[in-house]
């Protein structure tokens, strides 16, 4: 059984957490950006990082990204500025990244994040959840203590 746990939930974005999978999603809601709830559901995310590397527990990230619109330049600011915060807990407590994407269209929107932001962990572009299941598999898309 799947222990899923809401952090956030507000009418752009759902912020989640697989307890027994080792899952955490922030999936995007709708094509609307507001930029206080993007802010606040970024404030979770970092607080949840912080706390899986005081647990010392490491999860995958999933990004759901099927419906997001034409957001404005603050918003990939501010998801570059918040995923830089988080390198260094990202190196140890995060397996590694999926978008999940059926659109490629939608992709060409986050190229940028893509071309600033390095990952330090694997990232993956995937187009069904099963893709992304098999992904969890692979040896060099997990850490290994």
């Known amino acids: ?74 918003f990939y600011n501010n998801l570059i500025h918040c995923l830089s915060d988080l390198d260094d807990i990202f190196e140890n407590h995060m397996h590694s990244c999926y978008f999940l994407c059926k659109d490629d269209s939608l992709l060409m929107m986050l190229k940028p994040i893509l071309n600033v932001y390095k990952f330090k962990r694997p990232l993956k572009i995937c187009s069904t959840l099963e893709e992304i299941y098999t992904q969890f598999k692979k040896y060099e898309n997990v850490i290994h203590t």
Do not use: R
Request: overall charge negative; proline content about 1%; aromatic content about 14%.
């Open 1 to 74: 059984m799947d222990n899923l746990i809401t952090l956030i939930k507000l009418s752009t974005v759902h912020l989640y957490v697989n307890i027994s999978k080792k899952i955490i999603t922030f999936d995007v809601l709708s094509s609307e950006y507001n930029k206080e709830n993007f802010i606040t559901v970024l404030e979770y995310f970092k607080n949840f990082w912080l706390l899986a590397k005081e647990q010392d527990v490491c999860y995958f990230l999933i990004i759901q990204i099927s419906a997001i619109g034409v957001y404005p330049l603050g």
